[in-house]
Structures are given as structure tokens and as C-alpha cells.
């Protein structure tokens, strides 16, 4: 069982930066172990902290060739495009074609306290752009054409409509 409900869209822990980590300890430690089985019952390939609600600079992934976590990343280089279909697990069901840059150099620091730095291209390079936008409080929301945006955002005031008719009336902007 994991430890951990994935906050969604619109929770306003998803638009805040998160903080450093000052100290890999045994609590960062089993928040790393708790994310990787959160992530993947979703399942998806990475998981922020914020995402579980925690305001600390980690991330964990696993895009087929195990699990890793990342604490205080940082993308120091970022080359070419790729566009891709991204999904997030805190906007769960909606996919946006998006280009970003096709390759990045991550650096950081494993759960050992060891530097990592990883090179990667597409799929997990595209991951690792998505999960450093969650240690900054942005959502694949912001990274989007305006139209894009438009239609996204009417489709999730949909579903909320759904849910919940009260609440989504509230948060629909007036027209
Ligand atoms: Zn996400």
C-alpha cells in the first residue's frame, strides 16, 4: 500500500516552489521509497515531492530501467526539440503535444548523497523537465499555446462541473 494520495489539479501545493533539501536522512529516505510506490500504482514514470504534498527539491522516475531518485536537481544544459505528448499525474486523463528540448544534462545529488549527473534524451529527458517544473510550482498548464490552454482549462472546469457542480460553478471564471 503506498503512503500517499496524489494531490490534484487545482491543490495550490502544485503551484508553489519547493525548497532545497538540506539533509539526505532516513525520513528523505523513505519519502523517496514511499513516492516510487505511489508512482507506480498510478502508474507514471516520475513523481515530484510536491506532488505528494512535501515542499522539498526531489523527484523520483523510472522510465524502464528502474527506480532513481533525484534530490536538488538541476538541468544545466538543454539542447534540440522534441515534441511529445506529455501527461501528469496530478491532471489525470489529459495529454498536451508539447515540444521542449530533446536532450538535457541533469545534475544532482542520489539518495546516498552522491553527485549524479545524468544525460538524457526524449522520454526521459522530457521527464525530467516535467518533474523540474513541479520542484518550481509549474504545471504543464503554463507551458502551453494559449489556445491549447483555453481548451485544457474548459475541459477540467468540465470535469469539475461533473464532480462536483457546486464547487466548479465558484470556479469558473465570469463570462
Ligand atoms: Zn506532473
Redesign the pocket.
Known amino acids: 500500500m503506498a503512503g500517499y494520495t496524489i494531490r490534484l489539479f487545482p491543490d495550490p501545493v502544485l503551484r508553489q516552489r519547493s525548497h532545497e533539501v538540506e539533509e539526505i536522512d532516513g525520513p528523505l529516505r523513505k519519502l523517496a521509497e514511499d513516492m516510487i510506490e505511489t508512482m507506480y500504482e498510478a502508474p507514471g514514470l516520475?513523481l515530484?515531492a510536491p506532488?505528494v504534498g512535501v515542499q522539498r527539491r526531489m523527484f523520483v522516475y523510472d522510465v524502464g530501467d528502474g527506480p532513481q531518485a533525484v534530490v536538488n536537481p538541476a538541468i544545466v544544459e538543454f539542447s534540440g526539440e522534441w515534441n511529445y505528448s506529455e501527461g501528469?499525474?496530478?491532471?489525470p486523463g489529459l495529454y498536451f503535444d508539447l515540444t521542449r528540448p530533446k536532450e538535457v544534462l541533469l545534475r544532482g545529488v542520489d539518495l546516498d548523497g552522491e553527485e549524479l549527473e545524468i544525460e538524457a534524451d526524449e522520454l526521459l529527458a522530457r521527464c525530467f523537465q516535467?518533474?523540474m517544473d513541479?520542484l518550481d510550482g509549474i504545471?504543464?498548464l503554463e507551458r502551453l499555446e494559449p489556445e491549447q490552454r483555453k481548451e485544457a482549462m474548459r475541459e477540467l472546469r468540465r470535469r469539475a462541473l461533473a464532480a462536483d457542480p457546486a464547487t466548479a460553478a465558484l470556479a469558473a471564471p465570469p463570462s
Open positions: 516520475g515530484a506532488q501528469c499525474l496530478s491532471i516535467h518533474e513541479h504545471l504543464v
